[in-house]
């Protein structure tokens, strides 16, 4: 959720500006918003760590109708498209015809959170709050969703509690998602032991995720690309083979390791070979976006 960094950015960079220049005031629609945001900050710090702290009761789970399922595919493709003020509309409309699915509300939590990083200042911090109330909404929906409880977690780790997040929130879905799969449990715990600082245990609980699943690609990708980042080349190239040999034209293979290659300033031609590789792949609509790869691609000229 790189949105989240961005829009954090944004705000304080507004509020700082604000600081300097009362006279300085954002767009029309962000400085309305903008009047909301203390007290809603001021509410999320003061309320205890809550995976719901907004939503009541849960919902019965209706059957998915053909309108809405109509509107949720063209959402995705939209997403998909990178449109996401489109993906924001038929995916409002669908959740609006079929309030109880749990996918329609994840996935609007995702164009929330894609939309929020092509806006500035306090809007991007209200789409925010919205990406994760949605995920929210998925999990209490369906919590057997793994997506959803993953989409959570990784708000969680990223935002602070002002905007919800936070290491106690993270560290509850973390539970819950351990009791749905093992594997995706451990991943959960490499992440929050990142975020403390706590290297070696990350470590231990990625290589618990790749014992419980050596054949599954992303696992490799996984601990791979946590040793290229510590700089641990020759053990994360060793990684990143094993998941070429499995699967090769994976888009989240030649994702994974031509970004990792841009980002140790490594090989740059075989970077650039994965990453347009990576253009011309079937990707699905939540895979990282063509603009993203530009960006990553206009690294290595």
Known sequence: MNVLLLGLLAFSSWTALQAQNPNTGAPPREAEEAKEVPAKAREAESDPPALYPRIKQPAQNPAENTAAESLFQRGVQAYGAENYEAAIDFLEKAVQAAPGVS??????????????????FIRAIVLARKARNEFARAAELDPTNIEAWSDLLDYDLQAPGFLGGGLDRAKAVAAKLATLNAAEGHRAQALIRAAEKDHAGAEREYREALALEPANPGRL???????????RYAEADALFDQAEKLAPDSPDYLFTRGQQLVASKRDPGRARQLLQAYLRSNRKPEDPPPSEVQGLLKKLL
């Open 221 to 231: 990708l996984e601990l791979a690309s946590f040793l290229n980042e510590r700089r």
């Open 103 to 120: 996918r329609y509300h994840d996935w609007l939590g995702k164009a929330y959170g894609r939309r929020a990083e092509r806006v500035i």
